[in-house]
Structures are given as structure tokens and as C-alpha cells.
């Protein structure tokens, strides 16, 4: 699909960038069959080849209308479309730069400016969401039952495992989880001290980058991913084996950091490197399951059946989700049929905040098929998807991490 840039962003490095992606497409539309926007909205323009249609008319007309800006904001950022493309187009990179460039030419409503200023302060704040979170569980008695279901549960405390051990692996300590899922690197933490790795906590408890990213601010993406980046740089030399995040969303983000700052003087070797030690657990903990067998507490009975939401950025970026299921079925369980499984869920980083009607559509669908194989709980790997399920699921949605964490034997534990 050949591009003639408008004069008006020859100089534009996003717009020339974004044109030699969008030339990489043959515009098939093969990649319409797995996107989940255009399932719901039945509209071409919500198609990823719709959508690189109208990038392409906003780099040759040099101005981008209310109406492209809308069908690429209904864009989950899922990448699925990347998994059915036969010529490989990053789409995923293609609909940062077609928004980057689009802003360039016109800046959004003040309205969306405000809405996502505040989502990026808030949520990449620790003490402004720790402030938010404290409100919230204070108040969730008294809220009708319907905002009670928005209101995380406050979590409990959650115990790391002591650092005692040569092989080390590095954490990333995130936004949302230190506030709402502790457990969930704790039990990363548990598990990899089985298998006689350390999970250090390298990071300073900041963001990946990734809600920045998405956010229309990719300076202050690259100044969250610079910081972790310094953060993890002298265990890396000390030769730490590999860098996890408990949450799929920040893995797929961290395992971007090579190419999100290729052209940083001072920082593209070191990211690269960074993201070529990017591991998402299940691919890390299945291949140490290969070495050595975890030992694991019976099931009790009425347990086996789990309903396995695969998150969008395990499958798609991670590409991750057979170690998972793997590790699932050693430990005894059984994955129940999920009809659809590759329909996003709806919470895509901030998307449900942005678009609650569409995020509540996708979720009603994702929860009906994650039912229907009558599972006994449902699992997950991304803290979004774990929460945005929750606020509506009548069986406990947990992190597979901590269900797995959770049946490791006593006697094993006397460090933890
Ligand atoms: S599958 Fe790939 S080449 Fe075909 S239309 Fe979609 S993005 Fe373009
Ligand atoms: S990223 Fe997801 S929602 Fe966006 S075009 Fe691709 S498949 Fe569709």
C-alpha cells in the first residue's frame, strides 16, 4: 500500500515511520477475522486494515479528522491483527505512531486531554493511588452494589520469599499491583525460590511505561523505562538471568523497550539488551519445571475444573500462553473450553475507563464463555484483566501465580 507523505510531515519522524509500516500491509484483510472491534462494531473502519487505511489518508492529507481520531481510540491495542497478518505488519507500532502523528496535526478535545492527564497522574502515582484505593476501601460499605463491585478488595499482606540464592532474576515492581495485588509477585517470588532462583526487587515501584505509552505522553514512557532500566542495570551486570513482570500488560510493554528506544544514544544498548532478557513467568517457570518437578499440595476435590483467560498480551505480544497452560495441566488442573479465546476482555490498559460501554460489552462476552465450561474458578496472568473480571464475575478470578503459590507444601515454607 504505497504512501505519499503530505509535505506538510516529511520532517516528521513518527509520519515516516508510520508510512514504511503502513506500506508493509497488502491490505488483505485477513486480519479483520481475529480483531475484536470489528466483531462488536461490524464497521470496516474498526478493522485493523480500516484503521491503517485512514492512517494512511491522514499522512497524505496532512490532516487527520474527529472520525479517524474516534475509530483509532475504539482500537484495544490488543494485537491480535498482528497474529493473522501473512506480511507481518507491526500494527501494534503503527497505531502509537498513527495517534502520535495525528496529535502532531491536531490536539485532542480538551476534554480527552484532561480525562487522560488524569488516568496517567493517578494511576502512575503510588501515593496518589494509594490515596484513591484507601478512599475507596473505606467507602465500599456504603456504595450501592453496583460501584461496590468497581471498588477493588483491599489485599492482604503477601510475603516474599528471602533472596538467598545465586540465580537471580529481576522484578518489576509496576503501578497497580504493589496497591491492589501484592500477592501476585509475592507468589512469583515463592515459586521461583523452589526452583533456587531469587526474585529481586530491583525496580524503584515505578510504571513499565505502557499507560504513558497509550496515553498520548511517550516522553514519559521513556522517562518510566530510562528509570527502570537504571533501576536493574547493576544486577544485570552482577548476571541476573532474566526480568519478570507478574502482569502480562508490563511484560509485553518491557519486552518493547529495545524498540521503543532504538534511537536513544545513551540507552539502546542497554534497553535491547533488557528486552532480550524479558521472560513472561509461565516461559521462565515451565522451563525450570523441565529441570525439576515442584513438588505441589493435592488438589482438593472439586478444584481441578479452571476457566483460563488468556490475556491479549500473553498470547499476542508474550507469546506465552501454551507455557502457561502447561504449567496449569502439571499442576494437576483441568482447562475447561473457552469459547472465543481471543476476544479481549475489554480492559486493555486504560480502554475501560475510556470507553466503559464497549469494555462492558467485551467483558459481558469474555465472562459468558469463561462460565460456560462450569470451571470451579477462573485464572489469569495480567493484574487489569484479573480486576476488570472480577468486578463482575460470580466465581473468584485469581493470578495463576498465586493459586499455583498457594498449594506449594508447609514444611518447604519455613522461609516465607
Ligand atoms: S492481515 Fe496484514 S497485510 Fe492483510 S490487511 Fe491486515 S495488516 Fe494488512
Ligand atoms: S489491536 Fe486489536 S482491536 Fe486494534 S485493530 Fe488489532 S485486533 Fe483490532
Not at 253 to 272: E, F, P, S, T, V
Request: charged share 20%; net charge neutral.
Amino acid at each position: 500500500m504505497r504512501v505519499d507523505l503530505h509535505q506538510n510531515l516529511i520532517a516528521s519522524d513518527a509520519a515516516i515511520e508510520a508510512a514504511a509500516l503502513v506500506e508493509s500491509c497488502v491490505h488483505c484483510g485477513l486480519c479483520s477475522s481475529v480483531c475484536p472491534t470489528y466483531e462488536v462494531l461490524e464497521n470496516e473502519l474498526d478493522s485493523p486494515r480500516g484503521r491503517i487505511y485512514l492512517i494512511r489518508e491522514a499522512l497524505q492529507g496532512g490532516q487527520a479528522t474527529a472520525t479517524t481520531r474516534a475509530h483509532l481510540d475504539n482500537c484495544l491495542s490488543c494485537k491480535a491483527c498482528e497474529t493473522a497478518c501473512p506480511s507481518g505488519v507491526q500494527y501494534g507500532h503503527l497505531i502509537d505512531l498513527g495517534q502520535q502523528v495525528i496529535n502532531e496535526q491536531q490536539s485532542r478535545p480538551f476534554w480527552h486531554r484532561a480525562t487522560r492527564s488524569a488516568i496517567r497522574t493517578l494511576m502512575t502515582s503510588r501515593p496518589a493511588l494509594n490515596t484513591l484505593a484507601r478512599i475507596g476501601w473505606s467507602l465500599k460499605p456504603y456504595l450501592p452494589q453496583r460501584l461496590r463491585s468497581q471498588v477493588p478488595n483491599r489485599p492482604q499482606h503477601a510475603e516474599w520469599a528471602e533472596p538467598k540464592h545465586a540465580r537471580k532474576a529481576l522484578s518489576l515492581s509496576g503501578c497497580v499491583q504493589p496497591v491492589f495485588t501484592p500477592g501476585h509477585d509475592a507468589a512469583l517470588s515463592l515459586l521461583l525460590d523452589r526452583f533456587g532462583v531469587s526474585l529481586v526487587k530491583a525496580s524503584d515501584g515505578g510504571c513499565c511505561g505502557a499507560l504513558n505509552q497509550h496515553l498520548d505522553a511517550p516522553e514519559a514512557a521513556k522517562a518510566a523505562m530510562r528509570r527502570n532500566i537504571d533501576a536493574w542495570w547493576p544486577h544485570i551486570e552482577l548476571g541476573a538471568e532474566a526480568i519478570l513482570s507478574s502482569s502480562t500488560g508490563c511484560g509485553a510493554q518491557l519486552k518493547d523497550y529495545g524498540y521503543l528506544l532504538r534511537d536513544d544514544a545513551n540507552y539502546a544498548l542497554k534497553a535491547a539488551r533488557v528486552s532480550s532478557m524479558v521472560r513472561d513467568p509461565g516461559e521462565f517457570i515451565n522451563a525450570l519445571w523441565d529441570e525439576k518437578p515442584l513438588s505441589l499440595k493435592p488438589l482438593a476435590e472439586g478444584e481441578e475444573r479452571l476457566a483460563f483467560h488468556v490475556p491479549c498480551s500473553l498470547r499476542n505480544s508474550l507469546r506465552a500462553k501454551v507455557q502457561v497452560e502447561t504449567i496449569l495441566r502439571r499442576a494437576g488442573y483441568t482447562l475447561t473450553p473457552v469459547k472465543e479465546e481471543h476476544m479481549c476482555c475489554g480492559s486493555a490498559g486504560a480502554y475501560s475507563l475510556l470507553q466503559p460501554d464497549r469494555s462492558e460489552e467485551l467483558l459481558s462476552r469474555k465472562l459468558k464463555h469463561l462460565l460456560q465450561g462450569k470451571p470451579s474458578r477462573v485464572v489469569s496472568a495480567n493484574v487489569g484483566c484479573i480486576m476488570h473480571l472480577q468486578k463482575s464475575s460470580p466465581l473468584d478470578v485469581g493470578h495463576w501465580l498465586e493459586l499455583i503459590a498457594m498449594r506449594l507444601p508447609k514444611e518447604e515454607m519455613a522461609h516465607a
